[in-house]
């Protein structure tokens, strides 16, 4: 589980996100990192908390059903969902800019069109072959995304340059809102691992202690990847493959090919965690009789919801053909900002509710509902300084669910007693 929720959470966001961070806030782009750091903390601790109440597959969705009824857990699970479908495009375009870094055939228009069809279809085959098979898989892909970030940033701490944490000016203060929004992708997918739960041993006691581990992981981490990523690359803001330009800088071409090969395993491995959780949000739906029955439908050998990955599966290589890795980052911040919101509002009421058929939480937060508050303020500050399209966009995907909820509503309506 641990693994898993690095796994869930290192993935394209760290590979591409430093130089645009950069191009907003300069050497400030530190101060973002320990804010968004902050907000992470906050919300992690609120799932550590409601997580450790459930025993079931669901996670985000399970939590807002059980709080606040079937039509909120719906639109959580929906955003869920569509966070994960939009996260993948995300990855999936950023791993082709990586690729075409060694080649650069794959950045022709045949080229992205055969990588993302090859990587969706091989890891929708290895997550239909069963829960242990796609969890085998991303514990390998953890130890090959960690060790090429580890080198990068052990060497590249020798080869700082001063002079490049030196700001030209201070950044205006809107810029602040726009680069914590877009540090949100890189530091979040932790939910995903949440999801599997009624396929994970002692999910009560394991989900808590794997998340907080985790993110004791990734924060340092990150940090020291931005640091590096400033000081040794002065042209960072204008690099599309920040990483392996600036280890191409201090260890050649050598470094360059390490930190492309990570990102390659890295971003692969974050895919199969996308494709391991989303279908099964669609699968904890339609069980609860809100989407379709045919995605509640199990496959005869290996067990697993094989409708829900092969449509989430053709949803996200959709995604990936129509858009770019900036365009599906935005959408993906907002909708999971939204789903984080519902969890984090579930704590106090799960609370109150415990002795009346509510399990006892596993792991109690310190001061829980201080904690939820303050991640509530936060999360409505970076909504309200999101772009107009972007929650409008949001809005659209919403409306969409409530109608695909109607329909599976009318289909049961329609179904034969006993059916």
């Known amino acids: 589980m641990v693994a898993l929720f690095i796994n869930s959470v290192i993935g394209a966001g760290i590979f591409g996100l430093p130089s645009r961070v950069h191009e907003l806030l300069g050497p400030y782009a530190l101060l973002a990192y320990v804010a968004c750091a902050l907000l992470v903390l906050l919300v992690v601790l609120c799932f550590a908390e409601v997580g450790s109440r459930f025993e079931d597959t669901g996670g985000p969705y399970l939590y807002a059903r059980t709080a606040f009824g079937p039509l909120v857990g719906f639109q959580v699970g929906w955003l869920v969902w569509l966070t994960r479908v939009t996260a993948f495009a995300a990855l999936c375009n950023l791993l082709i800019d990586y690729l075409a870094h060694a080649w650069p055939a794959v950045a022709s228009l045949p080229g992205r069109v055969a990588v993302a069809t090859l990587a969706t279809l091989v890891i929708a085959a290895i997550n239909i072959r069963g829960v242990r098979t796609a969890a085998i898989v991303a514990n390998v892909f953890t130890v090959g995304k960690l060790v090429p970030l580890l080198l990068f940033v052990a060497v590249g701490l020798f080869f700082l340059a001063p002079a490049n944490f030196v700001p030209a000016s201070a950044p205006p203060a809107g810029e602040y809102p726009a680069a914590i929004l877009l540090l949100v992708f890189a530091f979040t997918g932790f939910e995903t691992a949440t999801v599997p739960a009624g ?221």
């Open 199 to 419: 396929e994970v041993r002692e999910p009560r006691r394991t989900l808590p202690f794997a998340i907080l581990a985790s993110m004791a992981v990734i924060v340092p981490l990150y940090l020291l990847i931005q640091v590096v990523s400033i000081g040794t690359l002065p042209e960072l803001a204008d690099s599309s493959t920040p990483l392996a330009d600036a280890a191409g800088r201090f260890a050649g071409s050598a470094g360059a090919a390490v930190i492309v090969f990570g990102a390659v395993v890295s971003i692969s491995g974050t895919l199969n965690g996308l494709v391991l959780a989303a279908p099964r949000l669609l699968y904890a739906m339609a069980e609860h009789g809100q989407l379709p029955a045919a995605l509640a439908r199990t496959h005869a050998r290996y067990r697993t919801p094989h409708w829900a990955i092969a449509l989430t599966a053709t949803c996200m290589l959709a995604l990936t053909l129509s858009g770019s890795f900036l365009t599906a980052v935005a959408l993906s911040t907002i909708t999971r900002l939204l789903a984080y919101a519902a969890t984090c509002l579930a704590l106090p009421v799960l609370r109150r509710r415990e002795g009346a058929g509510m399990a006892p939480a596993a792991f109690r937060v310190p001061a829980g509902g201080w904690v939820a508050g303050a991640a509530m303020v936060v999360i409505a500050w970076l909504v309200a300084h999101a772009a107009l399209s972007e929650l409008r966009n949001v809005a659209i995907a919403m409306a969409v669910g409530v109608a695909l909820m109607a329909l599976a509503a009318a289909m049961r309506g329609r179904a034969p007693p006993g059916a």
